[in-house]
């Protein structure tokens, strides 16, 4: 049923996004390095990997410069139109693409690249495996502004240490789980962030999610609704 949904939702997105990604196409080829999309390996369901389309937001060689596939607060790497499409999640929309391919699901855990995959603890790669990766999902919404977490030169300490084992912890949440109800509060939650980013909807409409650590319970808003 949710491939259902996911062919049918992600087909109509294309169409009425499509007013709005065109013009950006033209904006990326006139601006920065000319570059229009950013094709990079990810890992998908049973540890298969696939081409994950975004936007291009960031210098060419990101990947091999800094942090690496960690994106930082203000980081440098970013192009100036970049952060715009960034900020509203525009520049994800490509892979609309990927859902319809089959790549991907609208909702379900990130796909991650190589690098950051390895840095969940055992127990969560086993369960993120087993479900489709998405466009959106319980961990890209509660950490839909990851990289302003993201800003100083312990950045990948807090990312290896404290995010990626919490990330993970709700992403299991999200297998347990998940089902048309969790689907559908998703997309809608995905959408809710992106205009109220500090409301806490999640912890709202999903309070047996696991809390957050001290270190991340004010930056994600976190409200204990149990």
């Avoid at 109800?181 to 999903?206: E, H, K, N, Q």
């Amino acid at each position: 049923m949710q491939r259902v949904f996911d062919i049918l939702l992600s087909g109509f997105a294309l169409l009425v996004f499509l007013p709005l990604m065109l013009p950006v196409m033209l904006a990326l080829r006139l601006s920065g390095e000319g570059e229009v999309f950013f094709v990079q390996s990810r890992i998908g369901r049973h540890g298969r990997p696939f081409g994950l389309y975004k936007f291009a937001t960031m210098l060419r060689d990101s990947p091999s410069m800094g942090t690496g596939t960690v994106t930082l607060k203000d980081d440098p790497r970013v192009l100036p139109m970049g952060r715009f499409l960034r900020r509203y999640k525009i520049n994800e929309l490509p892979q609309l693409l990927n859902v319809l391919r089959g790549d991907m699901s609208l909702v379900g855990p990130r796909p991650q690249t190589t690098r950051c995959f390895e840095a969940y603890p055992e127990r969560s790669r086993a369960a993120i495996l087993q479900v489709p990766p998405g466009m959106s999902g319980i961990g890209a919404i509660v950490f839909h502004d990851e990289e302003q977490l993201l800003q100083d030169g312990a950045a990948e300490d807090l990312y290896d240490r404290v995010i990626m084992p919490y990330k993970g912890l709700i992403e299991e949440w999200y297998v347990a789980r998940r089902g048309l109800r969790v689907y559908l509060a998703c997309l809608a939650l995905t959408v809710w962030v992106v205009l109220r980013p500090r409301s806490g909807a999640v912890w709202t409409l999903f309070p047996d999610l696991p809390p957050p650590p001290p270190e991340l319970a004010a930056p994600l808003a976190w409200r204990d609704r149990r």
